[in-house]
């Protein structure tokens, strides 16, 4: 089994209200990574900075963590579950972001469980796996 990080931890890191090392410690030798979804939401949220320091603080930390965790394709698997995932949610009336649907069929297709802080998006996902990431805050 392993572990995909959802934006709202990284960003939680890069803020420094989380202490990803310890969450990262906690997770012992479980593979760790994140959905191709997670790196464009981060590299995006460095693309619109405004401020030239804010991009490139937030460009250095990001390809900090694009060089140190593998980051996951979207294949026809991950496709596959996304699709599954989005027909029961929509039926259920239960739909959540398009992007977190992605990340979610992503962690599920690769049976990795997920950290995320947004647990209120995910939670409603059948079968995800979700990491308790809040003792990790400041």
């Not at 949220?45 to 390809?63: K, M």
Request: aromatic fraction near 6%; charged fraction near 20%.
């Amino acid at each position: 089994m392993g572990v995909m990080l959802d934006s709202s931890v990284l960003i939680g890191a890069e803020r420094g209200v989380l202490r990803i090392e310890d969450l990262l410690r906690s997770l012992a030798e479980e593979p760790v990574a994140m959905a191709a979804i997670t790196a464009s939401e981060l590299l995006h949220g460095c693309y619109r900075a405004r401020d030239a320091a804010v991009r490139t603080r937030r460009l250095a930390f990001v390809e900090g963590l694009l060089g140190a965790l593998p980051v996951l394709p979207f294949g026809i698997a991950e496709a596959r579950r996304h699709a599954e995932l989005w027909a029961a949610l929509a039926q259920g009336g239960t739909v959540i972001g398009p992007h977190d649907m992605l990340v979610g069929a992503s962690a599920l297709a690769q049976g990795y469980r997920l950290a995320t802080l947004n647990r209120s998006e995910f939670s409603r996902i059948p079968g995800l796996r979700l990491i308790e990431t809040e003792r990790f805050m400041l």
